[in-house]
């Protein structure tokens, strides 16, 4: 079953309160995401850099379906599900500046996310790796009888690897708890998607497991926000794991160190045209949900927010060397 | 004591421990209605059912994974991998994701895992399924690495790794499966930590660990008829490496054979060889000499995959060379 109709919703069937939610939430995300290209080329932050910009209606719309039981499994472009997850930017930002009190203590920055009180099971840098960590997860909540789902977040190159196939299979013959989410931002790194894939339809793909599936506009997030709780739903009463495809589109190129030569201008200036914060603001105000001072004041207090964040950041100090090795296994190894 | 088998001594392990904690299962390929491919499990999926016995597909990496999962979600996952050269297929979740989450997490999360696998050759199963790959595990940190070699370790040192919170990867040499030998069943778990001297000797150190601990038994018993008495130690764990007995071995006996199935580049008898160097250099009387599978990928024909495993006659002269020289 795929269902790629657009969720139209009418004015007064969303409180005003919810639709200003989840603006404030992409909002913060993209704030974030600006700050930290800010504080990438200011070498506060180094590594790899992948920004979530343009794909924040997916990783918003989708957390609205979980709770505090649920687990969270995610990729190294996680940081959008961090902050929708709960994750304060600070602990983000303070990860990224490699300091000990990011929310890895400065072991894995922006890759490598992780938050056991909010069941973030952590940013996956090996694409298709979470995958099989999802399974397990779901498996467990499963055996110990917790009512628990687990969302697990990935992205279009995963789907040509061997883990995504496995543990489709695995999680669809034991009738395991998980919810796919495939955010299909169509490009593998530079490689589009219908140079990887015979079949572009991703949510197509699950029909050999026999594993419900839909696809989404993953530029409304109320559309994501729609889909995700059917599916949802469909996962917790027990009818086994569901894959809902987010079609999305990062603005940004892959990481700070991508020339971007793979695609043309064009192309990225027509999905811009589909930014998921423009289009979500334009209803809100068709609706008369949002007034210029809400979106104004949203706006201070978001900017207000990252720049606490930074500065938390820059004051925070870094791990003392001498605990290098005090994580590696429960006592130190000689 | 109970005279059993090492696959029965695995067996009654397994059994004692799905039976005291509720959160252990097994998982693998063939562990269940078809009962192991080394018959470990016979009889566990009719004991415990399929909630706590496992068959999976061949998706070594997925399953591997689930596991991880599994730990990290509360369970005690043991997951059984048919082969050394299947683990390859699982190597992305083993070192990327099983070894570095508890670090990586900056200590939220840990992955109380066992991982058992049958490894080593001497059946004629040629180059997918005879390599001696433990030497690979021994190199990364985030895991513990075991090799049991007689039958009390089989059972002690797998209870033993399920009170480990971090994972552990046993690995069970495939000709030791019908080697029969006494277990104590009501034992405490075995200490990990420690290697262990099978034969106390003043004259030449032979260090070995899994399925080459036979031969060089042998090897001791034939330096013996000449009146040279060798000190067998049996490494057990693998990582992390019992540095001080070996160390405190050779400065007893100034001299050193390491003996491992693994090819010699680059070896686990390589770091051995090298914590020797570092830690007793001047107790030598002869440089450290290893005894390792010839570096070729494992033939079928008998008489070449003889000649490629570690033999007693090499231990054998390997000991007499420098006891030659130096005695």
């Known amino acids: 079953m795929t269902d790629t109709t657009r969720e139209a919703k009418p004015a007064g069937q ?21 700050k930290a290209a800010e504080m990438y080329s200011l070498q506060k932050i180094r590594g790899f850099l992948h920004l979530y ?15 505090r039981d649920d687990a969270v499994v995610a990729t190294y472009r996680e940081h959008g599900h961090a902050l929708a997850r709960g994750i304060p930017p600070a602990a983000l930002m303070a990860e990224m500046f490699g300091k000990v009190t990011g929310c890895s203590h400065g072991h894995g920055g922006s890759m490598h996310f992780f938050d056991a009180y909010r069941r973030f099971y952590g940013g996956y840098a090996i694409v298709g790796g979470g995958l099989p960590i999802a399974v397990g997860l779901a498996l467990a909540e499963k055996a110990l009888g917790k009512k628990g789902i687990v969302a697990c977040f990935f992205g279009d190159g995963a789907v040509a690897e061997g883990e995504f196939h496995e543990s489709l299979n695995l999680a669809a013959l034991w009738k395991l708890p998980v919810l796919f989410f495939c955010e299909n931002n169509l490009y593998a790194m530079g490689t589009a998607l219908s140079r990887h894939q015979s079949q572009t339809d991703i949510s197509k793909k699950t029909a050999a497991y026999d594993l419900a599936s839909s696809a989404v506009d993953g530029m409304d997030v109320l559309a994501v926000e729609a889909a995700a709780g059917r599916a949802a739903a469909f996962v917790r009463g027990g009818g086994g794991p569901y894959l809902l495809e987010l079609r999305t589109y990062r603005f940004r190129a892959h990481s700070m160190s991508d020339p971007d030569l793979y ?15 423009a289009l979500f603001q334009a209803r809100l105000r068709e609706w008369d949900l949002l007034a210029d001072a809400d979106l104004a004041r949203l706006e201070a207090k978001i900017a207000a927010e990252m720049e606490d964040a930074v500065n938390f950041a820059e004051a925070s100090p870094l791990e003392p060397p001498e605990n290098l090795l005090r994580d590696v296994c429960g006592a130190v190894m000689p | ?68 999962g599994a730990a990290l979600g509360g369970l005690r996952p043991i997951v059984e991998i048919m082969t050394i050269n299947f683990s390859l297929l699982a190597m992305d979740q083993i070192l990327n994701n099983a070894a570095t989450l508890r670090h990586m997490s900056g200590g939220q999360f840990h992955v109380p895992l066992v991982v058992r696998m049958a490894s080593g050759g001497g059946r004629q199963l040629a180059a997918q399924h005879s390599h001696s790959l433990e030497g690979w595990y021994a190199h990364i940190p985030g895991i513990k690495a075991l090799a049991p070699a007689t039958v009390a370790d089989a059972y002690g040192m797998l209870l033993a790794a399920l009170q480990e919170d971090d994972p552990v990867f046993i690995f069970e040499h495939a000709t030791l499966y019908p080697l029969e030998g006494e277990a104590d069943l009501s034992a405490a778990p075995a200490d990990i930590t420690r290697a262990a001297i099978r034969r106390p000797g003043r004259d030449v ?43 405190q071995s050779v400065a007893k006996t ?28 001047d107790e030598l009387d ?26 007693a006659a090499e231990i054998v002269s390997a000991a007499e060379g420098m006891l ?3 005695g």
């Open chain 1, 53 to 67: 910009i343009g794909e924040e209606a997916t990783g918003v719309g989708a957390m609205q379906v979980l709770s």
């Open chain 2, 1 to 68: 004591m109970t005279t059993m088998t090492y696959r029965e001594a695995v067996r009654a392990a397994l059994r004692k421990a799905l039976r005291e904690d509720s959160r252990v299962f097994l998982m693998g390929e063939d562990v269940g209605q078809y009962g192991g491919a080394f018959a470990v499990s016979h009889g566990l999926l009719a004991e415990f059912g399929p909630q706590r016995i496992l068959d999976t597909p061949l998706s070594e990496s997925a399953f591997l994974g689930a596991g991880i």
């Open chain 2, 254 to 281: 100034h001299r050193a054979v390491i003996v491992d199935e693994g090819w010699r580049t680059g070896s686990l008898a390589a770091e051995i060889s090298a914590r020797i160097m570092e830690n007793a250099f």
């Open chain 1, 263 to 277: 695609r043309t201008r064009e192309e990225i200036a027509e999905w811009k045209k589909r930014d998921p914060i």
């Open chain 2, 286 to 311: 002869a440089p450290v000499a290893r005894v390792c599978s010839a570096e070729v990928p494992m033939p079928y024909a008998r008489h070449l995959e003889e000649a490629t495993l570690p033999k």
């Open chain 2, 324 to 326: 030659a020289h130096h």
């Open chain 2, 205 to 247: 150190s032979l260090i070995t660990y899994g399925g080459s601990l036979g031969i060089t038994l042998q090897a001791a018993d034939a330096l013996a008829r000449q009146g040279l008495e060798a000190e067998v130690i049996d490494l057990r764990t693998i990582r992390p490496l019992d540095t001080q007995t070996i160390v």
């Open chain 1, 14 to 34: 969303i409180e005003k309160d919810h639709a200003l939610f989840l603006l404030r939430e992409m909002l913060r995300i993209r704030r974030f995401e600006e």
